[in-house]
């Protein structure tokens, strides 16, 4: 826990510099393929900062979430597993290392992606379910390309947008707020909107 106050802090630390934007970039590229410390927190850093490029900042941080996420499937799709099936070293590495990443899941994943497929990538990029998890294994399991991008900008850009927008529209004030309910107003709207969806196909 320790580790990762200071990764937190080292993250934070990025606000009050003059690279606090390719920070962000960095930052949004690498949470989707390894790093542990989600970009939300540089990002409403930097738009706290200065309110007028909020948006700006929200872009940047989903431009980085999704080119990270094409990398997340590609590190999937070349790198994990072998020709004989099993495991690469590389693979290893992520399971033995990498906060988030365990075979037991990797496995129930593949579940979730033959049910689900569109929202599976959606959920995971809206709420704070580990996303990059879910681009690497989007890339072992081969899912289709074009709709795992779509999913990538429509759940990433939502929630960066929503966050910028918070903060533009209610300053210093919704940043407690933010922190403390955020993920949770995400995941339970994600739920219902899976959950409208479900209904729908079952009712028609």
């Known amino acids: 826990m320790a580790a990762l106050k200071k990764m937190y802090d080292w993250v934070l630390s990025w606000a009050d510099s003059s690279y606090g934007a390719w920070a962000l970039f960095i930052l949004a590229f690498s949470e989707s393929v390894f790093f542990p410390v989600p970009p939300d927190i540089l ?6 900062g200065s309110l007028a490029k909020s948006f700006r900042f929200a872009l940047i941080c989903t431009l980085g979430s999704v080119l990270g996420a094409i990398a997340g499937y590609g590190i999937g799709h070349f790198a994990w597993v072998n020709a004989d099936g099993e495991f690469t070293g590389f693979a290893m590495f992520f399971f033995n290392n990498i906060p988030g990443f365990t075979i037991e899941l990797f496995n129930h994943i593949k579940i979730l992606f033959n049910k689900w497929n569109f929202w599976v990538i959606f959920t995971a990029g809206f709420t704070p379910i580990p996303y990059k998890v879910f681009t690497i294994t989007g890339g072992v399991f081969q899912i289709n390309f074009i709709m795992f991008i779509i999913a990538s900008v429509i759940s990433r ?3 960066f947008f929503l966050i910028a927008f918070l903060i533009w529209k209610f300053g210093p004030g919704i940043k407690s707020f933010i922190d403390k ?15 409208g969806f479900v209904a729908i196909k079952y009712l028609i």
């Open 43 to 48: 990002l409403i850093a930097l738009a706290l």
């Open 157 to 159: 850009a939502a929630r």
């Open 181 to 195: 309910y955020f993920n949770i107003i995400a995941l339970g709207f994600t739920l219902l909107l899976i959950g």
